[in-house]
């Protein structure tokens, strides 16, 4: 069964072909990860499923509904949230209301005016966010503010605030951008803890092609916009085209 298809995706600003008839389809439960040098439309495809962009051609379709004319805000209610590659976070909130800012749109209008009657909405809402840190390791920095936190730190909190959502597919933009080898290392387990844990579909773009490699059940490469390559990891190793145009050198390492 597959959570996300998308089907011959076009796109252009002014002109400039940033996504040119792609199409691929994300699997339930997969961890599926899309490749590609700078400017291969990645993150614009990224916006396209986010609702930031809208299409000029193409279909975007979410578990049988389509994405294509939805705002951002409804396509989190479906059940997709994402973390960014430049951090999101709100410095001077702590590390638990930085995350509870995602729980927002799981929140109702009811439940909105009860919290302002009561204590007891805001301590399940508080409560919920102390589940997804305990899960990323991060709970003892519930009252820290997040200005002056290790950057690790806060890449967690990035994902915190889009666990907190619960949503069934994740949309990670570079999680591992920035890191060193031990926090990659840890990024890559929580990615996959996301998916045999929590049981959230991931969807990945991410430049680390060893955490790549080590994370992804498929692997879609982009080059200027178009589909090259996508397979298993291995597979897309031993692409010819891959090789030539992304991996250069490392791939005879």
């Not at 909405?121 to 920095?141: P, Y």
């Not at 990024?187 to 929590?198: F, H, N, P, S, T």
Request: glycine share 8%.
């Amino acid at each position: 069964m597959s959570d996300l298809t998308i089907k011959n995706l076009c796109m252009q600003f002014s002109g400039v072909v940033a996504l040119d008839d792609v199409s691929f389809e994300v699997k339930s439960g997969e961890i599926f990860s899309l490749v590609g040098p700078n400017g291969s439309g990645k993150s614009t495809l990224f916006n396209c499923i986010n609702g930031f962009h809208r299409p000029q051609k193409g279909k975007i379709q979410y578990r049988g509904q389509s994405l294509t004319k939805c705002q951002p805000h409804e396509v989190v209610k479906l059940g997709i949230s994402r973390t960014f590659q430049n951090l999101q976070n709100v410095p001077y909130m702590t590390v638990l209301n930085n995350i509870l800012i995602g729980a927002h749109q799981r929140i109702t209008l009811k439940e909105t005016l009860y919290r302002w009657l009561t204590t007891a909405q805001r301590e399940r809402e508080e409560a919920m966010a102390l589940e997804v840190m305990d899960f990323l390791g991060i709970a003892n920095f519930e009252q820290k503010y997040l200005s002056g936190q290790p950057y690790g730190i806060q890449k967690l909190v990035e994902i915190g605030r889009a666990l907190i959502s619960q949503p069934y597919l994740i949309l990670m933009d570079e999680p591992a951008a920035g890191m060193n080898d031990q926090e990659t290392i840890e990024i890559a387990k929580i990615i996959g803890e996301i998916r045999d844990v929590l049981g959230i579909t991931v969807l990945v773009v991410e430049h680390d092609m060893n955490l790549v490699m080590k994370i992804s059940d498929r692997v879609c490469v982009l080059d200027s916009g178009h589909v090259l390559a996508l397979g298993t990891p291995e597979e897309v190793k031993q692409h010819p085209e891959v090789i030539k145009v992304f991996l250069g050198e490392q791939a005879h390492a």
